[in-house]
């Protein structure tokens, strides 16, 4: 079943929503927004409910993990919530010793280089992660007609962490991995599809009305490079989740090059980064697709007029599209004032409500 039928059984009650819809590429009342990495440090509120709690501990606490998911909702009134966790949440899961640190990001105590070291990467079971199914049946229930977006690390920026053991400017070891070995790299990226395809199933199940698969760092490869080395692995996870009908989205940072592939992959939405304007990302990524992003999120530090005129930018080369869902071309940084996000969303609805 492809994304684009209603999935057996009564309509859910986000079905109709504009974020859904926008997916679907069907008519809108108004342009969706949300925002990736909308919770977080940007928030007061988030802020002070995670104070003295570590960050991996917090994705495993369901109460706080309602509460984070729903607080850039209740602020900014975006279009969907999405799912408080992390990319390496999974790999914690089945046993992988890492830890997010602060200011850092994710740091693994023993990098995956070696073909025994797959022995690490065990298949992921609900059981493995309970806490995210009891988050998502409470956040559904208090989300309402808001779609709750799943998500997932990619199998290449998964594998970047593994391999590196933590944050890489250059993904040195990742690619001398993936150029010297490349039946270890196949095997290492067809048990991360795996385990990412289990983890996206169980928030499927769960309840999320969309999911997205965060390749982040996939930009640091060549067209050729994704197309041999990392395409097949995240095509299978895109299949293992098509049976849902939901939504999957696919976004990487500095994809320009590799938008159209990254749809072939089985995305229905692709997210584009600031750097190629919407009509061009159309135009690679080709017909049969909505497009998602991508306003720079540095331009939010721009008084309101400069934010709204380039806002306002993507709003006009968006205007062809087949679907279009309004989000920034990354994450919202941390030192964001979030009065301007929320000013932002309003910008946006407004300019666009028919
Ligand atoms: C590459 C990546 C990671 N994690 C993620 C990605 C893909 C998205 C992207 O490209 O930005 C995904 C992610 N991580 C987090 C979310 C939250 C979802 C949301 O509410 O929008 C999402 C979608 C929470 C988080 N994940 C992290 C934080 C900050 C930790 C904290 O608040 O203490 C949050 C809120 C930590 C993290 N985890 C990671 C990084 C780079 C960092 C930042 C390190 C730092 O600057 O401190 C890895």
Known sequence: MSANTRPPGPPTQTYDSAFLKACRREPVPHTPVWFMRQAGRSLPEYLKVREGVPMLESCMRPELVT???????????VDAAIYFSDIVVPL???????????GVGPVVAEPIRRREDLAR???L????VAYVTEAIGALTGELGATPLIGFAGAPFTLASYLVEGGPSRNHENTKALMYGDPGLWADLLDRLADITAAFLKVQIEAGASAVQLFDSWVGALAPDDYRRSVMPASAKVFDAVAGYGVPRIHFGVGTGELLGLMGEAGADVVGVDWRVPLDEAARRVGPGKALQGNLDPAVLFAPREAVEEQAGRVLDAAAGLEGHVFNLG???LPTTNPDALTRLVEYVHTRTAR
């Open 125 to 128: 079971t609900p059981d493995d």
């Open 121 to 123: 990467l065990r298949d």
């Open 330 to 332: 990354h994450g919202v």
């Open 67 to 77: 509460e984070i998911t729903l607080q850039p909702v209740r602020r900014h009134k």
């Open 92 to 102: 914690k899961a089945i046993g992988v010793d890492l830890d997010i640190k602060p």
